[in-house]
């Protein structure tokens, strides 16, 4: 163990080694490392919020189907109503047109019936007098006539009618 | 077997061996001599360090760092956190210090694992025949560090307490301000701080001293293997089974001795710091 120059030397040497690192190693290093602290810092942070927001959104989307879906009930109810009032406004109005259909159909036949009746009359009267006019070998005056005709017709017509 | 044979006259026994492998490349006379060996590996042992630490400091990335950056960043992280928890006022200039310590000494120690002889055999084939790889293993590189490091805590102290501050200090404590007490206060003292450097040092260069002399004994087992008995046989095995079991505690012991220095050098500094 030797004690001589050399230990200047190593001290110069030592002392420049610090120099060295004390400027130009410690302080990029220890840059690069606290930077990539403060992105990972950060980067938790940004997804930390972004659990947040989704948490969020979740809630609205909730909320807006949920109105969706309250709207769609209303709407489906309103439709259900509309349809009842539908058939029963097409129930009544086929209903009207029923009767009116079945009113005019008898009315007409009535007039049929009466229409008929008229000829009838009409017909039985002058067989009848062309009957008499046979019978009789002459002509009859209808016209002299006329009340016997009538009576007669009167009663075929009473008798169609109690057979009728 | 060894570099010594590569000398002017081979080792003609064990102590020759050994005074040859503890020899100095010297040049100068007296005081004003530099063992060069010393010197020149820890300059290339400083400079490769720093320059591989640097270029990862200038290539460092904020994203994902690479393998080398990742490592130095550990270190460095390692480092930071140590001198964080004992030194607690601003640590820009303390921290790259402890760094430079702990790399520096645990590389220069490291040497200790190379092959004995192989730095005396590179050195042979330039014509030098005195070559000590282990710079630690110089005292003058130890008090060379243990006296900047003084240098520093002497710096700490003024920065701390001021002059007056740090010079009452000296006089007044630990026992007190009575002017009776001033001079075995300032004895204690002294004694105190003196005490600081000399015991880095001779921690420093007693461990790796003895390590290197380890090394040296365990090679001396297997110098007669080329004669062929049976006790040189069994001396060969006794130098490869010993040196590699020293070789794996010597690992233990050079990186607990370079962590040992930065720590105590960070430990005085705080205790530089506080107030008495």
């Not at chain 2, 004003?32 to 320059?51: A, K, P, Q, R």
């Not at chain 2, 790259?96 to 790399?103: C, G, Q, R, S």
């Not at chain 2, 200090?169 to 007490?181: D, I, K, W």
């Not at chain 2, 701080?193 to 380890?214: D, H, Q, T």
Request: glycine share 8%; aromatic share 10%; no cysteine.
């Amino acid at each position: 163990m030797d004690i001589n120059a050399t230990l200047l030397g190593q001290m110069l040497v030592f002392g420049v080694l610090i120099w060295f690192s004390w400027k130009f190693i410690w302080p990029p290093l220890t840059k690069a490392i606290e930077d990539r602290q403060k992105k990972i810092a950060e980067g938790l942070a940004a997804a930390e919020r972004g659990q947040t927001e989704l948490q969020s959104a979740h809630g609205e989307a909730q909320v807006i189907v949920n109105a969706a879906r309250d709207q769609a009930k209303k709407i489906v109810d309103q439709a259900h109503k509309r349809e009842v009032e539908i058939v029963d406004e097409a129930r009544s109005t086929a209903m009207e047109e029923g009767k009116r259909i079945v009113d005019s159909s008898r009315q007409d036949a009535a007039q049929e019936k009466s229409r008929a009746r008229d000829e009838l009359r009409k017909d039985v009267a002058s067989l009848a007098v062309a009957g008499a006019s046979r019978l009789l070998q002459r002509e009859i005056d209808p016209k002299a006539h006329a009340d016997l005709i009538e009576q007669l017709a009167r009663e075929i017509e009473g008798g169609v009618t109690m057979h009728g | 077997m060894s570099a010594a044979e590569h000398a002017t006259a081979g080792p003609a026994n064990s102590t020759e061996y050994i005074t040859h492998h503890l020899t100095h490349l010297r040049v100068g006379e007296g005081f004003w001599s530099f063992h060069v060996d010393t010197i020149f590996m820890s300059v290339l042992l400083g400079v490769v360090t720093l320059g591989l630490f640097y270029s990862a400091g200038r290539k460092a990335t904020v994203g994902v760092p690479g393998k080398w950056q990742a490592f130095v960043e550990m270190v460095v992280e390692f480092i930071d956190t140590t001198v964080k928890e004992v030194f607690h006022l601003d640590r820009s200039f303390l921290a790259p210090l402890a760094l430079t310590i702990f790399v520096w000494v645990f590389l220069m120690n490291a040497m200790d694992l190379l092959p004995l002889d192989l730095p005396g055999k590179v050195a042979a084939l330039f014509g030098i025949h005195y070559w000590r790889a282990v710079p630690t293993a110089d005292a003058n590189t130890t008090f060379a560090m243990s006296l900047t490091v003084l240098l520093v805590v002497l710096f700490y102290s003024f920065k701390a307490k001021g002059a007056g501050g740090y010079v009452h200090e000296l006089f007044t404590a630990p026992f007190g301000s009575n002017p009776v007490l001033w001079i075995p206060n300032f004895v204690l003292n002294l004694v105190e701080l003196l005490s600081k450097p000399v015991s880095l040092a001779m921690r420093l260069f007693g461990n790796m001293y003895a390590g290197e002399l380890v090394f040296m004994l365990i090679a001396l087992l297997g110098a007669g293997v080329f004669t062929l008995t049976f006790g040189s046989a069994f001396g060969f095995f006794g130098q490869v089974a010993m040196g590699a079991v020293w070789a794996i505690f010597h690992i233990l012991i050079i990186t607990l001795q370079a962590f040992i220095f930065m720590m105590l050098t960070v430990v005085y500094s705080a205790m530089a710091t506080e107030h008495h």
